[in-house]
Structures are given as structure tokens and as C-alpha cells.
């Protein structure tokens, strides 16, 4: 389904659509370009097994995730997905996402987080979470442009590839009336 279609400075047409089972193979080649550039991710090894990532991907939308892909013009370049933690946390909405290098700096991950954030609040969730590194200044400043409070931040909670350390920062975004 499209979710939404709006245009890039340069003209470009971006949509935002519901991941589907064939785009797999065009959205882990966007994922792992940005797991090679080694600092933004948790993941150090790129996705290679195709059947691994279409069980992840059946599994995780019966668990009710949400994963919407970025088309400019008709190459996927980026996707967001929030999804329910379980049990008596199953009201908090996890939200992760990414945007290919090239396509960073025009606006689509701002749109991208604020079209998902409509979703969770359209599905009844109450709490949106996300975790993002300290070191990545660009994503910190998205989140906290798109409503996000920084409620944790743990020292030392995560380790570069050159050995340095970061901050794991956890944020978060209340919905609904009972935080308000
Ligand atoms: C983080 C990410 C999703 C943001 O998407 P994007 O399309 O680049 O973001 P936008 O273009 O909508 O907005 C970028 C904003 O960051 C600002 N910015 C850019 N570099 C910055 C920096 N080093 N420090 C602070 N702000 C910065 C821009 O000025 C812009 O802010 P503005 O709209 O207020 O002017 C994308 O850059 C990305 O995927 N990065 C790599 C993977 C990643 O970090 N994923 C998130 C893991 S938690």
C-alpha cells in the first residue's frame, strides 16, 4: 500500500509503501550499506541468508510490525518500522530506521519518523521507544525534532569499530491523552 508520496527538492518522487515480501532482497541491499559503514547499527555482519530474512520477515508481521519502505523514483532507499513489544509491554511501539547514504540530509527520514509515529498513534499505541547511539548527532537531533525525549543515556553502552566508546541513548515519545 502507499502511504504517502511527496517530492525531493530536485524534483525526485519519494513514497513511502508497506514492505512486501518481494522487496526484501532490494531492502537488505539498502541495509546492508549502511551496516558496511560500521557506525550506526547494532548489526556488525550484513544480511547474506535470504531465507533467514523472509522467515524475520513473516514472523515479525504476525508480532504486528509496521515497515514502511522509501522508494525515490523506483530504488528503495531506506525503511522505518515500528513494532509491539509483547506481554504487559505490548502498549510500547519500538522504532528503528534508516535512510541510505546519498539520500540523508532531504528530509525523508524527519518524514519518515513523523508518518510512523501516525501509524502507531492510529493503532492505539501509548508509548513510542527507540534507541539511538550518542555519537550519532544527525538521528539525535531527528528524534528530538519529531517530539522524542532522551529519558536514559548509558555510559559507555556501546563500542565503535575503532575501538572507541558511545553512548546508548534511550528516547522516548508518549501518545495519547494519558501522558498529557
Ligand atoms: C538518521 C536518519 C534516519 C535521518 O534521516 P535523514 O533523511 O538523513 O534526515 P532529515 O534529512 O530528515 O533530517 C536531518 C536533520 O539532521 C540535521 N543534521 C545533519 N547532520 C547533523 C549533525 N551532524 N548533527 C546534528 N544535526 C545534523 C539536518 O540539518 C537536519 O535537520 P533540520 O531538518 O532541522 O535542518 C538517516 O540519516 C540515517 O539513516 N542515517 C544512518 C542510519 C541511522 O543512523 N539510523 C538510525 C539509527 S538510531
Given at each position: 500500500m502507499n502511504r504517502l508520496k511527496f517530492c525531493l527538492a530536485d524534483g525526485r518522487v519519494v513514497r513511502f509503501e508497506d514492505l512486501r515480501e518481494q522487496d526484501l532482497p532490494e531492502v537488505v541491499e539498502a541495509l546492508n550499506s549502511v551496516i558496511r559503514?560500521?557506525?550506526?547499527?547494532?548489526?556488525n555482519e550484513e544480511i547474506v541468508d535470504m531465507e533467514t530474512e523472509r522467515k524475520w520477515y513473516h514472523d515479525h508481521m504476525e508480532a504486528g510490525m509496521t515497515y514502511l519502505v522509501v522508494r525515490v523514483d523506483d530504488e528503495i532507499v531506506g525503511g522505518g518500522s515500528i513494532e509491539p513489544r509483547v506481554g504487559k509491554e505490548s502498549h510500547v511501539a519500538v522504532y528503528g530506521v534508516f535512510v541510505k547514504e546519498g539520500f540523508r540530509n532531504m528530509g525523508i527520514g524527519t518524514r519518515l519518523t513523523d508518518a510512523l509515529i501516525e501509524v502507531a498513534r492510529q493503532r492505539g499505541f501509548e508509548i513510542v521507544e527507540l534507541a539511538v547511539y550518542g555519537s550519532n548527532e544527525r538521528a539525535f537531533h531527528v528524534y528530538k525534532k519529531c517530539g522524542f525525549q532522551e529519558v536514559a543515556r548509558i555510559k559507555r553502552g556501546v563500542k565503535l569499530p575503532d575501538g572507541t566508546y558511545t553512548e546508548k541513548i534511550v528516547m522516548v515519545l508518549p501518545l495519547g491523552e494519558r501522558h498529557e
Open positions: 559503514e560500521g557506525v550506526y547499527l547494532t548489526l
